[in-house]
């Protein structure tokens, strides 16, 4: 791995998701040797992923290189690999380019999407956790609308432009806005032969509400807001079957579709090597103590979304968003140097900064301790936050014109299909 021998303490992290970088941030000045292992060389801001998926933004306006956030640090060393094992008892890290000993282990590994053992879906269905996955969405909306523009098929024009997403948590509802608006702003503009209210979009939730995390006000004010903007929603629709061409709920309802978004489910990604007794089988997530020391291991961390801490407050374990992750992250740094100077380490504490989520142009909702609010201030202060916590100047810059261009001209411009989606 050409990874120079210190005499500092070695700190292996895997994952450079929010919590990793947080983590990676507040540690980077202590006397340590930091090694990072992801298996790409960027961060993705994964909260706008469904902006690219919907020609909103262009893959690089959400990620930045994981090497230019540390570059000045010296004792800092990235490594682009999947970790495949971690060996507890002799404290190394097997890898797809070698092993690696560690002092200290850091797993923020985050969630992958959750099928739920439904073989079919996983293999017909488009997910949306990666950037390439995003823009595997994006090319495939456009190759389906361009192609729906050249048929005199109604039934095939139909399926072309029927777009299906499963679950309605705070990625199937932005991502609905965003294509309504895509219909509304594009689709008129760009193909002429194409009528507006063809392309139709179904919201489908398994649930009795939108947003079932937020509360009832929020859920409420979200699912008027997609109706008002000709959203289908389908509560209380479990999804069982997609074959393709066609979606199968359990009670018997199809759609016909040629995109088909799985957005209904996230389950942790654990890495192999640390005993099925450190997990949580449901949410393979690992059980931590306060310190986010996984419970039973010495000198083993485990960070955000793959982490579970059971508290008073959260006895399910904090919410899967980037704010746990972030916090956490600095907690830890702040504990481990603590640790190091053989002082003690303090029990993490949550602070719920509150939930929110966008439904499209002047259109949110944000739950903040017992406020609730939602329309065009609460879309402004999604766009704030949401530019505030993005990595990189640039980044910032990019997405902010981006945003105000859209707003002005109803544009979308990354409407480009550089890499056709072909099916598996």
Known sequence: MNIPSSELPRIIVIGGGFAGIAFIKKMIKAPVQIVLFDKHNYHTFQPLLYQVSTAGLEPDSIAYPLRKIFRKHDDFHFRLATVEHIEVASKEVHTSIGNLSFDYLVIATGTRTNYFGNEAIEKNSMAMKTVPQALNIRSLMLQNIEEADQSDDAQKRKRLLNFVIAGAGPTGVELAGALSEFRKGILENDYPELEEEEMEIHLLEGGDKVLGPMSDTSSKKAQQFLENMGVHI??????????????????????????????????????????????????????????????????????????????????????????PALQQGKHLANNLQKHLKQQEMEPFTYFDKGTMATIGRNRAVVDFKKMRFGGAFAWLLWMFVHLWFLVGFRNRVVTFFNWTYNYINYDRAARLIIRPYKNR
């Open 234 to 323: 389908h509560l209380n629709t479990m999804v069982n079957d997609y074959d393709g061409t066609t979606v199968t709920t359990k009670d018997g309802t199809t759609f016909e579709t040629a995109t088909f978004i799985w957005a209904a489910g996230v389950t942790g990604a654990p890495v192999a090597g640390i005993a099925a007794a450190h997990l949580v089988e449901k949410q393979n997530r690992y059980k931590v103590d306060r310190y986010n020391r996984i419970e039973g291991l010495e000198d083993i961390f485990a960070l955000g979304d793959i982490a579970l801490m059971e508290t008073e407050a959260f006895p399910k374990g904090h919410p899967q968003v980037a704010q």
